[in-house]
């Protein structure tokens, strides 16, 4: 059964960098059918994607535009884990976030995607002084 | 980005309904959308992917169906534990994005 774990701070202060990881057990991040995902979550903003890493013969990321300048999610194959840091965060990064598994099929001429299908357990990151 | 857009924002219904959630992509998406269920305080759980597929374990009178661009997810007949938040999500492109959410709640 594939769990992930989070964990890092709840309070970070303005300008400051967010950096948030999620363990994982029972995959590997290296897999090459899942890509490892950070999602956050506020009254304002609704369910939002900020970006993921993946392992295709190399290492891929996808960013979501609203954050791209700021964001970097890294694999860290050592601990089966992968990491958020945001940097120059405001009170609109105020929060919950989420680590999150999707399965992706992906060969020449085939796509099939099969959603997010493992969670964790979400953190939450209030950006104050 | 491709825009998701959800309707109703709320409904309210009773046990044993037939609830229909509608989402629509501002570009078409082929079939790639899955549906997540959300309860407070919890993470989202999937639901449906590729449009109609039922994940494992989720019981089924959860179906989906659409293609391109207009997309539904019903609930056949609404039960108490499904008294919570559904989002669609598009994975046509490689940045993914989310509906604005649709909370059925109790009548």
């Known amino acids: 059964q594939v769990q992930l774990q989070q964990s890092g701070p709840g309070l970070v202060k303005p300008s400051q960098t967010l950096s948030l990881t999620c363990a994982i057990s029972?995959?590997?991040?290296?897999?090459?059918?899942?890509?490892w995902n950070w999602i956050r979550q506020s009254p304002s903003r609704g369910l939002e994607w900020l970006g993921r890493t993946y392992y295709r013969s190399k290492w891929y990321n996808d960013y979501a535009v609203s954050v791209k300048s700021r964001i970097t999610i890294n694999p860290d194959t050592s601990k089966n884990q992968f990491s958020l840091q945001l940097n120059s965060v405001t009170p609109e990064d105020t929060a919950v976030y989420y680590c999150a598994r999707d399965l992706i099929a992906v060969a020449p001429g085939r796509y099939y995607y099969y959603g997010m299908d493992v969670w964790g357990q979400g953190t939450t990151v209030t950006v104050s002084s | 980005d491709i825009q998701m857009t959800q309707s109703p924002s709320s409904v309210s219904a009773s046990v044993g309904d037939r609830v229909t959630i509608t989402c629509r992509a501002s570009q078409g998406i082929s079939s790639w959308l899955a549906w997540y269920q959300q309860k407070p305080g919890k993470a989202p759980k999937l639901l449906i992917y590729?449009?109609?597929s039922l994940q494992s374990g989720v019981p089924s009178r959860f179906s989906g169906s659409g293609s391109g661009t207009d997309f539904t997810l019903t609930i056949s007949s609404l039960q108490p534990e499904d008294f919570a938040t559904y989002y669609c999500?598009?994975?046509?492109?490689?940045?993914?994005?989310f509906g604005g959410g649709t909370k059925v709640e109790i009548k």
């Open positions: 029972g995959d590997s991040v290296s897999s090459n059918s899942a890509a």
């Open positions: 590729a449009a109609s």
């Open positions: 999500q598009q994975a046509n492109s490689f940045r993914l994005t």
